[in-house]
C-alpha cells in the first residue's frame, strides 16, 4: 500500500532553516509528482509546492517562493522541502502528497502523518 512519512520538523528561530524528508513506499516513486501542504494551527490544509516526477521541475505557492525549495532523490526514495528564511507564520503541520487533487469538499490524496514545524519569534 502507499506510504508516505514525513520528518524533519521541530521548534526554529524566525529566520532560521529546516529540512523536511518524505519517503514513500508501497509505489513507483520515481514516477510520480509529488506535492507538500501544510495545516497551520487551527486553519485548513494548504497547498504550498509541487515537485515533478524527475524533480526538474517544481512549483510554489506566493507564501513560500523565493525561500522554500521542493527537491528529491528518486534512488533514495525520498523528497525533501528545505525551508529558509523561516517565520511564525510557516508554523504547522507539513505532509507530502501523491495524487494531490482539490475536490469540492477539499484537498483529496495520500499523504503521511505529517511533522510538526513551530517557527518562534
Known amino acids: 500500500q502507499v506510504q508516505l512519512v514525513e520528518s524533519g520538523g521541530g521548534l526554529v528561530q524566525s529566520g532560521g532553516s529546516l529540512r523536511l524528508s518524505c519517503v514513500g513506499s508501497g509505489f513507483p516513486f520515481s514516477q510520480n509528482h509529488l506535492s507538500w501542504l501544510r495545516q497551520p494551527p487551527g486553519k485548513a490544509l494548504e497547498w504550498i509546492a509541487d515537485?515533478?516526477?524527475?524533480?526538474?521541475?517544481?512549483n510554489y505557492a506566493a507564501s513560500v517562493k523565493g525561500r522554500f525549495t521542493a527537491s528529491r532523490d528518486n534512488d533514495k526514495n525520498t523528497a525533501y522541502l528545505q525551508m529558509d528564511n523561516l517565520k511564525p507564520e510557516d508554523s504547522g503541520v507539513y505532509y507530502c502528497?501523491?495524487?494531490?487533487?482539490?475536490?469540492?469538499?477539499?484537498?483529496?490524496?495520500?499523504w503521511g502523518p505529517g511533522t510538526e514545524v513551530t517557527v518562534s519569534s
Open positions: 502528497a501523491k495524487d494531490l487533487r482539490l475536490t469540492s469538499t477539499g484537498f483529496a490524496g495520500s
Open positions: 515537485i515533478s516526477y524527475n524533480g526538474r521541475g517544481a
